[in-house]
């Protein structure tokens, strides 16, 4: 356990830190699934559209350094080519 101040604030700061980034990465998976659904359904325009929201959250995670800018990219990527993919 932390036993000076400066100790005590750096773990105060974690957990905040570590909350934040919870919530971030947690609505990053949640608009990645939104996308795989509408592409699973088949819905076209519903998938661009939400792949349009799910790049913006990928790329807001990235430049809070929650991924790193290549995971991002590979997200982004694949679920690009899945929307492309879809027949409608």
Same mark, same amino acid.
């Given at each position: ?20 980034? +919870?919530? %971030? ?8 699934? +939104? ?16 792949? %349009? ?24 990527? +694949? ?10």
């Amino acid at each position: 356990m932390a036993n000076h101040a400066s100790a005590k604030k750096r773990v105060r700061q974690t957990v905040k830190r570590t909350a934040r980034n +919870r919530q %971030i990465r947690t609505y990053v998976r949640t608009c990645v699934k +939104r996308v795989r659904a509408a592409v699973e359904s088949g819905d076209q325009d519903a998938a661009k559209k939400a792949l %349009i929201e799910a790049v913006s959250r990928i790329d807001g995670a990235v430049s809070k350094g929650i991924f790193h800018r290549k995971t991002g990219s590979r997200y982004i990527s +694949r679920l690009t080519r899945q929307v492309h993919g879809v027949q409608g």
